[in-house]
């Protein structure tokens, strides 16, 4: 009858460990807005003044003062309300070897609108961005 003991005790607690660990990990989301109750809203249209990213991503940076081609977008680095924090750009190296990402701050980019596409410009040069610390993501 030893062996069964364990056995008894292992069931008899695991329930218990369970919704221990379940009640400190809805103690941690407490503070987190609860959005079950709310409704999606959808959106037929574009709204005015908004872009898709996939306008941006592979778009060339141009230098300001120049206006030669420093890079390319890779990315875009958004905060948790989704506003756009920095370009992730590809600068240096030939067809993608030896490339490395510099991000460029948001408030440092220019962005216009020439007929339908759109064109990046930051005030930097392509030695700047190569010489610029390269961004890691985690």
Known sequence: MKPMKPFLLSITLAPALALAAGSALADDHVD??????????????????TLHASELTDKE???????????SIDNLLLDEDGQIV?????VGGFLGIGEKDVAIE?????LTQEDDDYVVHVNATRDALEEADEYESD
């Open 106 to 110: 948001w408030e440092s980019v220019e």
């Open 32 to 49: 987190e807005p609860d959005h079950a109750g709310v409704d999606a809203t959808f959106l037929a249209d574009q709204p005015g003044s």
């Open 86 to 90: 920095a370009l992730i750009v590809g």
């Open 61 to 71: 940076v141009r230098s300001t003062a120049e206006d030669e081609e420093i890079g």
